[in-house]
């Protein structure tokens, strides 16, 4: 537990809710006894009643700062959006590493397919789509792709 002023204003995000409570310190009491002395704190909640309680009760994470509080809960939102991210790419990369294999070895076996004609010294795919039409493609802007 930290040092408090009596008078001081703390930024209470709760254990079970994501809400920020302001708590004013409105009382330090200090014990001395024969092993040492000892520091405690009431709060006062912004409730009608105002509620009163020792500081130690209190669950969830006390800051000094409406600053302090804005930094920790930017980074926990970053690192859970980070992680987010990682696990949809790790998902991608196992649901879809065929997809990838695919679109390499179509653009490598082109000429096997019928209706297909590969000019290998030009590297232009001709392909019929049917009605007498035919496609021409460059393999090389193929390859772009798998970059």
């Known amino acids: 537990m930290g040092e408090y002023k009596v008078g001081q204003v703390l930024y209470l995000i709760g254990a079970k809710t994501t809400k920020i409570i302001p708590i004013q310190v409105i009382e330090e009491v200090v014990r001395t006894t024969i092993d040492g002395s000892d520091k405690t704190y009431t709060i006062q909640l912004p409730d009608k009643e ?10 969830g994470m006390l800051f000094e700062s409406p600053d302090d509080v804005s930094k920790y809960m930017l980074k926990n939102a970053t690192d859970a959006i980070t992680q987010m991210v990682e696990m949809a ?23 096997l397919i ?16 049917g009605d007498g039409k035919v496609a021409s493609m460059n393999v090389k802007n193929l390859k772009k792709l798998e970059a």
Do not use: C, H, M, Y
């Not at 019928?114 to 789509?129: A, F, L, T």
């Open 50 to 59: 105002k509620t009163t309680s020792d500081i130690s009760a209190i669950k």
């Open 89 to 111: 790419i790790a998902l991608s990369d196992t649901a879809f590493e065929n997809s990838v294999t695919k679109e390499k070895n179509i653009i490598n076996d082109l000429s």
């Open 114 to 129: 019928k209706g297909v004609q590969r000019e290998d010294d030009d590297d232009i795919i001709k392909v019929d789509i």
